[in-house]
């Protein structure tokens, strides 16, 4: 112990640091610096000590100072090292591991070293008082962040787009422990499916009451219910706020969607295109969008933008459905059918 506070300790000495590495190895890495110009600094030497003893950075965690939590994590991850990765993502001292900025690409036995380390953190029986991880945030909103430093990821938190807050405990008074947090923007399509997301729909399918999945932006191109409904039954309905419903073959994909529709609480943004076959040829096979579009459409108070494209319309009440919804900031309709009484209330 006493060697690794002196390795961790920015105010040492250089030759104290020394003491629990080979000189050789530390040579080595101050002769790159040299050739660089600049000498290595003791957060530089500090690092290269524990990526080098995977048991060592490990058994480190708990004095390492936070400041050195990002670097260590991105070293961790870019090196493949599972067992360090999965001590990490115990340890993360952030209530954010924004992981989607980390990489372009992920692994994906990087990314479950990353999922496991959350199983061994979900297997405790009480939150440990060192446990403040709350969101593994899969997208892309934070492009600088791993390069900001560590107070930038300290000011990262929970998403707040939900109507449902954690409910208040009637034997103590306590609010609840929040659920852990995944964001992550899901696309099902027809065809090979992204093999990271299918792995992560299924660890949280089987986590349901620990685990909650965030999507602010869901894609649907597939004509397979079975799969857009393996994603519907695991994902926050009330956390999409852009849905595109894009594809559709036939009738009766949207028919089984609809009900989902209207679960959508905090909807911003919907777009419809490009449904029911050919589009001109048999324009009676889209008829049945309308009753769909009026149905659900009205329960989605908090929509801000309706794109409708290639979808007849020549059956809608459409005055009825603009009605129906708050005020739009826009209303898109292309390549849709309309009748001329449709034509000049709109205009109007």
């Not at 000498?39 to 965690?61: G, W």
Request: proline fraction near 6%; aromatic fraction near 6%.
């Amino acid at each position: 112990m006493e060697n690794r506070i002196r390795v961790l300790n920015p105010a040492v000495s250089a030759s104290t640091c020394c003491d629990s590495e080979s000189p050789a190895h530390l040579a080595h890495i101050w002769s790159i610096k040299m050739s660089t110009g600049a000498p290595p600094s003791l957060q530089h030497l500090a690092m290269q000590i524990l990526l080098s003893d995977q048991a060592l950075a490990i058994s480190a965690l708990e004095d390492l100072p936070l400041l050195l939590f990002p670097s260590l994590f991105m070293e961790v991850y870019a090196q493949g090292h599972t067992q360090s990765l999965k001590a990490l993502v115990q340890a993360w001292p952030f209530s954010c591991l924004p992981l989607g900025d980390l990489a372009e690409s992920t692994d994906r036995e990087t990314f479950k070293a990353v999922l496991d380390g959350l199983d061994l953190l979900l297997a405790k029986k009480e939150r440990p008082s060192r446990w403040k991880l709350q969101v593994l945030d899969l997208q892309k909103e934070h492009p600088n962040i791993w390069i900001q430093g560590y107070l930038s990821m300290a000011r990262l938190s929970r998403p707040d787009v939900l109507t449902d807050k954690p409910r208040e405990s009637h034997c103590s008074g306590m609010t609840e422990e929040p659920p852990l947090t995944i964001a992550m923007d899901l696309t099902i399509k027809d065809g090979v499916q992204d093999a990271l997301q299918a792995h992560l729909l299924q660890w949280v399918r089987e986590r349901r009451e620990q685990v909650q999945l965030y999507s602010r932006k869901l894609q649907i191109l597939s004509d397979s219910f079975s799969e857009i409904q393996k994603a519907l039954l695991v994902v926050r309905l009330d956390s999409i706020q852009e849905l595109v419903v894009s594809e559709f073959g036939h009738p009766g994909i949207m028919k089984e969607l609809a009900p989902y529709l209207g679960r959508m609480k905090n909807l911003h943004i919907l777009n419809f295109c490009n449904m029911g076959g050919d589009f001109y040829s048999h324009p009676h096979e889209n008829l049945w969008y309308p009753w769909m579009i009026g149905e659900h459409l009205g329960q989605l108070q908090h929509l801000q933008e309706l794109h409708v494209h290639h979808i007849v319309l020549l059956n809608a009440n459409i005055p009825a459905i603009i009605r129906s919804l708050p005020p739009l900031k826009t209303l898109s309709l292309s390549s849709c059918l309309l009748k001329e009484a449709d034509l000049r209330f709109l205009s109007q």
